[in-house]
């Protein structure tokens, strides 16, 4: 089955780029109508939403992140990444990756199906 | 932006029956998935599309949406069930994404 697995630096100085790849594994990227987001979670927090991306390169971008956010799809590698721009001590996170499912029913709806395990990346001098 | 509610905890005895609510307006009119993460691990969906369940996921998880209120109900809770419960929706607004609740942590007594 379909396995996904969160690689990048844990530690980011402030004002810098974090940049992470989530690398698919046991199937292909580009197959099925799937999208590929990113969520964080501060700890003893909720998740929070980041972004998505379609295989044809298609994003959406959480709005309160949107300024800062970069996601990208390599799939040569059966990759795709993650680039969060003017970080702070409030991006230090656990940071996971999932599949998502999109449903255009009567009305369209998204799920996240399969979720990496997460990396933990802390923002700090 | 479309906000989700959900209580910050929920307490219940082995064997009973958990209800997690999800409170947004007019939630009925969308879709409403759950995800179960216990500590140290990453969510996992137990409900898609109200009230479906992926495969492997038990039977004593079910949920319904009506109205402003979307719930997950555990049937017969186990000790394993104690984890943290997140609601989740897509905002199809102008600049559409996905939305979360804050969470409900279930203990079992």
């Known amino acids: 089955q379909v396995q996904l697995q969160e690689s990048g630096p844990g530690l980011v100085k402030p004002s810098q780029t974090l940049s992470l790849t989530c690398t698919v594994s046991?199937?292909?990227?580009?197959?099925?109508?799937?999208?590929w987001s990113w969520i964080r979670q501060p700890a003893g927090k909720g998740l929070e939403w980041i972004g998505r991306?379609?295989?044809?390169?298609?994003?959406n971008y959480n709005p309160s992140l949107k300024s800062r956010v970069t996601i990208s799809v390599d799939t040569s590698k059966n990759q795709f990444s993650l680039k969060l721009s003017s970080v702070t001590a409030a991006d230090t996170a656990v940071y996971y990756c999932?599949?998502?499912?999109?449903?255009?029913?009567?009305?369209?709806?998204?799920?996240?199906?399969?979720w990496g395990k997460g990396t933990t990346v802390t923002v700090s001098s | 932006s479309y906000v989700l509610t959900q209580p910050p905890s929920v307490s219940v005895a082995p064997g009973q029956t958990a209800r997690i609510t999800c409170g947004g307006n007019?939630?009925?009119?969308?879709?409403v998935h759950w995800y179960q993460q216990k500590p140290g691990q990453a969510p996992v969906l137990v409900v898609y599309?109200?009230?479906d369940r992926p495969s492997g996921i038990p039977e004593r998880f079910s949920g319904s949406n009506s109205g402003n209120t979307a719930t997950l109900t555990i049937s017969r809770v186990e000790a394993g069930d104690e984890a943290d419960y997140y609601c989740?929706?897509?905002?199809?607004?102008?600049?559409?994404?996905?939305?979360f609740g804050g969470g409900t942590k279930l203990t079992v007594l």
């Open positions: 999932a599949r998502g499912v999109a449903v255009k029913g009567n009305y369209y709806y998204y799920y996240m199906d399969v």
């Open positions: 046991g199937g292909s990227i580009s197959s099925g109508s799937y999208y």
């Open positions: 991306i379609y295989t044809s390169g298609s994003t």
């Open positions: 007019n939630i009925g009119s969308k879709s």
């Open positions: 599309d109200d009230s």
């Open positions: 989740q929706v897509w905002d199809s607004s102008s600049d559409p994404h996905v939305v």
